[in-house]
C-alpha cells in the first residue's frame, strides 16, 4: 500500500478539510502568496494537477478493461507524484517548476485534456510560492488526498466553495463570478436541462451553473456509457473573460468529477452576435453576467442596440445564442427592469420573440456573501424561452423568513426558495406572487419592476426625472441654507 492510500484510508472529513485549511495559512505566511487571490490560484493549480493525474490513471484503467493502448495525458517525469516525490535540495523544487514544469505543461496539445492544461498553465505566469520549504509543506498536504476516493473529492470540493466565499470576503472579488449555491439549484430546477441538450454559461467563473446542472442531469437517471461521454465531452460549454476565475472555474468542475467541459478563455462580449447560425446557439443557458461595467464602441458595434452597460449586452447576448425551443434562465440588476431608452428597447424584443415567462424578484442582501462589503446588489431572475411571443408574466417576491435579514452572517438557503418552487409549478397567485398580461406592460413603458398588486402599502416609484428633479430642488434648498448659516456666521466675525 503506498503512502498515499495509507494517510487517505485513516484520514477523516474534519482532518483533511482542516488540513486544506492548514495548507493555506502556510501559504499565507510565504512571501509570494500572502493574499487571497495568490494562494488561491497556488492552490488550485497544485490541486489540478493531483486531480488529472487520478483522471490519468481512471483512463488508462478503462483502457486496460477494454484491452486498448493508453497515452497518458502527462509524461512520468512531470506527473504529480513523481516530481513531488522526489528528494529536492535547496531551490531545486522552485526551480524545477518555474523552468521546466511550466513550460512543459504549456506546450501540451492534441486531445481535450491536453489543451486544458496547456490553457490554464499559460494563464498562469509561475509558482508564485518563494520558500521551497513551505511549497513542500503544502504538497505534502495535497498529497494526502486521494482523489480516486468519493469521500475525499467530497471533502475538497465542499471547501473549495468555502475558500471562493472567502474570496468575495477577503479579495472582494468573487461577486465577480460566484454566484450564491441556492440561486443556481433554483434556478437549475426551473430550467431543467435534459441528458441529450447542451447547457451554456457565457460568463462562468467558477463554473457553478455548470456544476450543478452536470449534478442534476447525471442524477436524472441511471447513466448508460453513452450518457456519460456526452455529458463529459458533448454537453456543457461555457466562456470566461479573466484567468484566475478561469482556473479556479475548472479546478471546482474537476472536484464535482465534470471533467473536460468545453470552457475557453474569451470576453464573450466581443463576439458578434448581429448573426448568428443556429449551430452555434444552446438549448439551455444558465447564466449570472456581470453588472455595472461599461463598454466601449468597439464591443457595442457587436450588438443591434449598442449600450455601454455590461447587463444589458448580456442579456441581449443570451438572448442571440439561445436555440428554437431553448430556455434560459438569469439574473440581472434591478436597473434592467424598470429603465427606458435601449434597455426598453431590449425588453420589447425580449416580450415580442421570446415567452418571458417568469420573474423571481430577490430581496437586497442575497448576494451580502459574495461581496467585500455592503449587502450587494438588488437582482431578479429572469426566465424565457425562445420563440415567443410573450403573453403573461408570473412575478414572485421573495421574502426572507419573518424576523431575518440577508446578510454576510444570515445567507439565503435553499429552504428559502422552496415556496417560490412549488408556486412556480402552479403559477399560482398569492399574496407574493401575481401574473401580469404582456399587453399591461407594453402600455407600462415596458417597465417589468416586480410591483406586489397585493401589498396594500406599496410604493410607487416615480419616474425618473420626477426623482432628478426632487433632488435639485432639495439641493438648491440646502444650498440656500448654507448660505444663510455662512451670513450668520459672517455677522458675528464682524
Not at 187 to 213: H, R, W, Y
Request: proline content about 6%.
Amino acid at each position: 500500500m503506498n503512502r498515499q492510500s495509507e494517510l487517505s484510508k485513516h484520514q477523516t472529513r474534519k482532518d483533511l478539510a482542516n488540513e486544506i485549511w492548514r495548507a493555506c495559512d502556510i501559504m499565507r505566511r510565504d512571501d509570494g502568496t500572502t493574499g487571497v487571490l495568490e494562494y488561491m490560484e497556488q492552490l488550485s493549480w497544485m490541486l489540478f494537477l493531483k486531480a488529472f493525474e487520478a483522471i490519468d490513471e481512471r483512463y488508462e484503467a478503462e483502457a486496460l478493461v477494454e484491452g486498448k493502448r493508453y497515452e497518458r495525458i502527462i509524461e512520468d517525469g512531470y506527473r504529480w507524484s513523481v516530481w513531488t516525490r522526489k528528494d529536492w535540495q535547496g531551490e531545486e523544487l522552485i526551480d524545477f517548476v518555474n523552468t521546466q514544469l511550466f513550460p512543459y505543461l504549456r506546450r501540451l496539445h492534441g486531445t481535450p485534456e491536453k489543451e486544458i492544461i496547456a490553457t490554464i498553465f499559460s494563464e498562469i505566469r509561475y509558482n508564485r510560492m518563494k520558500s521551497p520549504y513551505n511549497l513542500k509543506d503544502v504538497i505534502d498536504i495535497i498529497d494526502r488526498v486521494d482523489f480516486q476516493r468519493v469521500e475525499d473529492t467530497h471533502i475538497i470540493s465542499q471547501v473549495y466553495e468555502d475558500l471562493l466565499l472567502r474570496m468575495g470576503r477577503e479579495g472582494g472579488v468573487a461577486g465577480e463570478f460566484y454566484t450564491p449555491r441556492p440561486i443556481i439549484r433554483f434556478m437549475v430546477k426551473v430550467v431543467n436541462p435534459q441528458i441529450g441538450e447542451t447547457v451554456f454559461d457565457p460568463f462562468c467563473g467558477s463554473g457553478g451553473f455548470l456544476v450543478e446542472a452536470y449534478q442534476r442531469m447525471s442524477k436524472s437517471r441511471e447513466l448508460t456509457l453513452e450518457d456519460f461521454e456526452s455529458l463529459q465531452r458533448n454537453t456543457f460549454y461555457g466562456q470566461e473573460k479573466k484567468p484566475l476565475p478561469y482556473l479556479l472555474g475548472m479546478m471546482n468542475m474537476i472536484l464535482h468529477e465534470l471533467f473536460t467541459p468545453n470552457i475557453v478563455r474569451r470576453n464573450t462580449l466581443e463576439e458578434n452576435i448581429r448573426n448568428i447560425p443556429e449551430s452555434q446557439r444552446f438549448q439551455v443557458i444558465l447564466t449570472n453576467p456581470p453588472f455595472g461595467g461599461k463598454e466601449g464602441k468597439h464591443i457595442q458595434r457587436n450588438f443591434p442596440i449598442p449600450s455601454r452597460a455590461t447587463e444589458l449586452l448580456a442579456l441581449q447576448y443570451v438572448m442571440k445564442k439561445l436555440r428554437l425551443n431553448g430556455r434560459c434562465g438569469i439574473v440581472v440588476p434591478e436597473g434592467v427592469l424598470f429603465r427606458g431608452d435601449s434597455f426598453a428597447a431590449v425588453k420589447r424584443e425580449l416580450l415580442e420573440s421570446y415567452n418571458l415567462h417568469t420573474i423571481v424578484s430577490l430581496p437586497s442582501g442575497v448576494f451580502a456573501n459574495v461581496t467585500s462589503s455592503g449587502q450587494g446588489p438588488k437582482t431578479n431572475l429572469l426566465f424565457f424561452e425562445r420563440p415567443g411571443p410573450t403573453k403573461e408574466i408570473w412575478f414572485y417576491e421573495l421574502n426572507p423568513p419573518p424576523g431575518v435579514k440577508y446578510t454576510k452572517a444570515h445567507p439565503i438557503e435553499d429552504e428559502h426558495l422552496v415556496d417560490a418552487y412549488e408556486k412556480w409549478k402552479d403559477r399560482a397567485v398569492s399574496d407574493n406572487s401575481w401574473i401580469v398580461l404582456a399587453e399591461e406592460v407594453v402600455k407600462g413603458g415596458y417597465d417589468l419592476t416586480a410591483k406586489n398588486p397585493h401589498r396594500k402599502d406599496e410604493q410607487k416609484h416615480p419616474p425618473p426625472e420626477e426623482l432628478v428633479a426632487d433632488v435639485l430642488q432639495k439641493e438648491k434648498a440646502i444650498t440656500k441654507i448654507l448660505e444663510e448659516l455662512q451670513g450668520l456666521l459672517g455677522g458675528q466675525d464682524g
